[in-house]
């Protein structure tokens, strides 16, 4: 909890900061060269569209800190309501373990589809030169394509594993006393 607390002081903090350089700014307003007499009414035109520009921009940049710091207050809100999610036992560690797991099963999938996308790029290169398949293409895209599955598989096997892991301590009987029966 300390641990909420502690970032709920740090997402306070920068937020007064943000408020402070907010407040503080002011729009910076530069001494106008006086006109030339070379200086045509277009040029000047062209200059306070320019300007224009460059304020919007500014406008825009105050807008999203506006939005960024009623977002990060509407995050901190959600913080100080939302109870603890996860028990104090080991089940973060067997959550974290098993997001490991398909995240390692999912780098494996991308492996295997690239290897499979290569191997039917070749062998559209071929079909388009006019010649025949030749049989090893053939075979390595068809190994290719069953150990994508495979991986797809493991991937998806991987991911109801973190999911179960992440659900356990929900759906857990709680302990029951052998001599009372009761919980």
């Known amino acids: 909890m300390s641990n909420l607390e502690d970032l709920q002081g740090r997402i306070l903090a920068a937020?007064?900061?943000?408020?402070?350089?907010?407040d503080g700014l002011e729009p910076v307003r530069e001494a106008p060269?006086?006109?030339?007499?070379g200086e045509s009414v277009e040029d000047l035109m062209q200059a306070l569209e320019d300007e224009r520009y460059v304020s919007a921009q500014l406008e825009e940049r105050v807008r999203a800190l506006h939005e960024r710091q009623d977002e990060l207050e509407a995050e901190l809100e959600t913080a100080r309501n939302a109870p603890a999610v996860l028990p104090v036992d080991d089940t973060a560690a067997e959550v974290i373990a098993a997001l490991g797991?398909?995240?390692?099963?999912?780098?494996?999938?991308?492996?295997?589809?690239a290897h499979l996308r290569e191997n039917n790029r070749a062998m559209r290169d071929v079909l388009a030169s006019g010649?025949?398949?030749?049989a090893d293409l053939l075979s390595a895209s068809v190994e290719a394509e069953v150990e994508a599955l495979r991986a797809d598989h493991?991937?998806?096997?991987?991911?109801?594993e973190a999911i179960l892991a992440a659900l356990a301590p929900f759906v857990a009987e709680p302990e029951t006393d052998p001599e009372t029966g009761e919980s």
């Not at 797991?101 to 589809?113: C, D, T, W």
């Not at 493991?154 to 109801?160: D, I, K, L, T």
């Open 154 to 160: 493991a991937a998806a096997q991987a991911q109801a």
């Open 131 to 134: 010649a025949g398949v030749e």
């Open 15 to 22: 937020m007064e900061r943000i408020g402070a350089g907010l």
């Open 33 to 37: 060269e006086p006109a030339a007499p």
């Open 101 to 113: 797991q398909m995240e390692n099963e999912i780098n494996k999938l991308r492996a295997v589809n």
